[in-house]
């Protein structure tokens, strides 16, 4: 009996993690390490101990306990997840200089613009000073739009023309006609688009204006999307099996007593690109969008560029209501062969028609900006586009960018941690995105559950790009349904309290939408089987 006894206690006094035999290597240097780290040394090895306990790090004489372990794995977690957040802070500064350095200049361009109304208008007298208010809510209309309002530009701007002919008709009437009343030019109104008064103007400055303020909205919207994207993924929790490889990476090189020895690069970027292969498959709707943004920026400065829209608007106004008072004798006749006569048609008012004679022809087609607003929109164009293209393999770079402060350099390639010991690491570097992790030799992966916040912005990436490129078109871009996930976004699209004709937010979505949505769907549910209990009845009795 007392053999196997002793056998047994000599089983477990072999299985217990204790000194080496034959060796009394000091801890040291990793007990000052895992002070430095914020841990207790209660129970930290004085000298090493055999690693048979460990399952994240190579067994074989360790200064690790188990607990030391799990502690320093739960460590390099939390290091790594703050690398990547601060990459992804930092991305996103790059998207908010960009859309502050856009929105400046683009408002600026707006207001110089709005500022030179009174200039270009004045020359028509009665016809601009009696009706500054129409002007201005023009622009203030276009400044919603770009900040986000649900304004329908291409009606806003027919409701212009149509207000400033119903003013124009008004102040042109014949003294005896003054008293016109509201459905009589209501009906004058209506012309607008068949008798074209103003000529080809409207037309012509609806479709430029549109695609202008269309693509700067769209741009900015782009913008902000992008940095939503950027924090939500940059927040994604790293799974079990990539803490277990970071372990091995960052610090089981310390248990064994390796502290100096860097990790191998191609070992690092094995373990990076297993731990973020979700965020890497990212990269084709990322680099989609990137390139769709800097062709929305390229546009800009196709003819008429952006500045040219933007600052010709007075004299795009100017022009159509000078061709109008040109006219304005021949479509008020043809305006009483619809809208029948008030009174006998009479010779105007002295004074307008002396306006008219003194207003020159200035068009818009001579309208020039100045080589300087040129030369600030190139600048603008070239800084937008160049910042872009550096964002463009941000995914696919992150786990080289997250090495490049971890592991040895080039030259010590043969003399680095390669998650056993000092040498050479031999697996060849796998490919990006999930789909290559299968056979990755540090990360174990399932690829066929990939992970559902990263599906959800690669989705938005998508959304984004097909409204870009619609705006490209000139189309006008809804972003009222783009999905709940990015609402809060904090876009600032609406901003002094200044939306009073506009939504809530681009991507405001009420907290009991889901509640109310349900209800309608089970009270629609009902309703449906009420629909079909006589059908059923009925099918019975035959």
């Known amino acids: 009996m007392r053999l196997p006894a002793l056998l047994c206690v000599s089983v477990c006094l072999c299985a217990a993690p204790g000194p080496v035999a034959g060796a009394d290597k000091s801890c040291a240097d990793l007990r000052q390490f895992y002070t430095g780290k914020g841990f207790t040394l209660a129970g930290v090895p004085l000298t090493e101990i055999s690693g048979e306990h460990l399952r994240m790090c190579p067994q074989g004489p360790t200064c690790c306990t188990s607990s030391m372990e799990e502690n320093l794995a739960g460590l390099t977690a939390q290091e790594t997840e703050g690398l990547i957040r601060e990459a992804g802070r930092s991305l996103q500064a790059a998207f908010n200089a960009l859309h502050r350095s856009f929105d400046t200049y683009f408002t600026e361009l707006h207001s110089q613009s709005e500022r030179s109304l009174q200039e270009a208008l004045s020359p028509l007298g ?17 400044r919603q739009y770009y900040r986000g309002s649900a304004l329908n530009l291409d009606e806003t701007l027919s409701e212009f023309w149509s207000r400033l002919l119903e003013r124009t008709f008004k102040t042109s009437a014949p003294a005896e006609q003054v008293s016109l009343s509201e459905d009589y030019l209501e009906c004058v109104a209506k012309q607008q688009e068949t008798l074209r008064p103003f000529g080809d103007v409207p037309r012509d400055m609806k479709a430029k204006v549109i695609r202008a303020f269309v693509t700067a909205r769209s741009f900015v919207q782009g913008l902000i999307v992008s940095g939503e994207v950027v924090r939500k993924v940059s927040q994604v929790s790293l799974s079990p099996e990539c803490m277990k490889a970071l372990m091995k990476l960052i610090y089981c090189s310390h248990c064994r007593g390796m502290a100096s020895v860097k990790p191998c690069s191609n070992y690092c970027s094995n373990v990076m690109k297993g731990c973020l292969a ?11 969008l990137i390139d769709t943004m800097i062709q929305v920026v390229s546009s800009f400065s196709t003819e008429p560029s952006l500045d040219v829209v933007l600052s010709s608007i007075p004299a795009r106004i100017y022009e159509a209501v000078h061709y109008q008072q040109q006219n304005m004798d021949t479509f008020t006749a043809k305006v009483y062969q619809t809208c029948g006569a008030p009174g006998e048609p009479g010779t105007g008012s002295p004074a307008l028609h002396e306006q008219r004679r003194k207003s020159g022809s200035l068009t818009a087609s001579e309208y020039k ?31 080289m960018a ?9 030259a010590n390639q043969d003399k680095c941690w390669n998650g056993i010991t000092r040498a050479r690491y031999l697996p060849e570097v796998m490919g990006d995105g999930l789909a290559n992790q299968i056979n990755n030799p540090e990360v174990e992966l399932d690829i066929t559950k990939p992970d559902m916040t990263i599906r959800q912005q690669i989705m938005q990436l998508k959304i984004m790009s097909s409204k870009l490129k619609n705006a490209l078109e000139g189309n006008d871009v809804d972003f009222q349904d783009a999905s709940d996930d990015i609402s809060g976004s904090g876009s600032g699209m609406c901003v002094g309290g200044q939306c009073s004709r506009s939504r809530p937010g681009l991507y405001a979505f009420s907290p009991d939408n889901n509640r109310v949505r349900g209800a309608a769907t089970s009270q629609t549910r009902l309703c449906s089987l009420l629909l079909l209990l006589p059908l059923v009845i009925l099918l019975l009795q035959r």
Do not use: F, H, I
């Open 126 to 142: 009665p016809l601009y000073s009696q009706n500054t208010r129409l002007y201005g809510d023009l622009y203030t209309d276009l």
């Open 402 to 410: 997250l090495c490049s402060k971890l592991a040895a350099g080039g």
């Open 278 to 288: 979700n965020q890497a498959d990212l990269d084709p709707e990322w680099q989609n």
């Open 369 to 399: 900006p100045s080589p300087t607003a040129g030369l600030r929109l190139e600048m603008q164009v070239s800084d937008l586009s160049s910042k872009l293209r550096e964002m463009r393999q941000y995914w696919t770079q992150l786990p």
